[in-house]
């Protein structure tokens, strides 16, 4: 007998994403390009929307993201006074398949809960 194929399914690549992770929000402006994406994350969905209305972005989407590091928070001066945010800029992608870094998140898979600052997703 000749072996013709072997076929390998990795975890972490074609399953969903698994663990624990941080919430965080951005306002979300389509047709972007290419993936990543560096953008402000918010703490809250509400802190995101008042960015949203203050850059006259009303027609963007507030979007749920997951870090797996946890994110630091700051205050935010000048325009964005009084809303919290993250401490730095954050690496945006689609899906939960790239190297775990600070300061890298993802777009959270429907049906995670919108109000807990962390959460865990399970297979």
Known sequence: MLLLFISAVC???DGPPKGDFYRGYVVWREGRGAMPVLDYVWRTAHDAAIWRSLCDQEECEIRCVLAPEPIEWRVG???AAGLTMA??????????RFPPLPDRAFFAPPGV??????THLAA
């Open 113 to 118: 809960h919108p109000y807990t600052e962390k």
């Open 77 to 79: 001066q000048g325009k």
């Open 87 to 96: 401490t730095r800029l954050f690496e945006i992608y689609s899906d939960h």
């Open 11 to 13: 975890d972490h690549c």
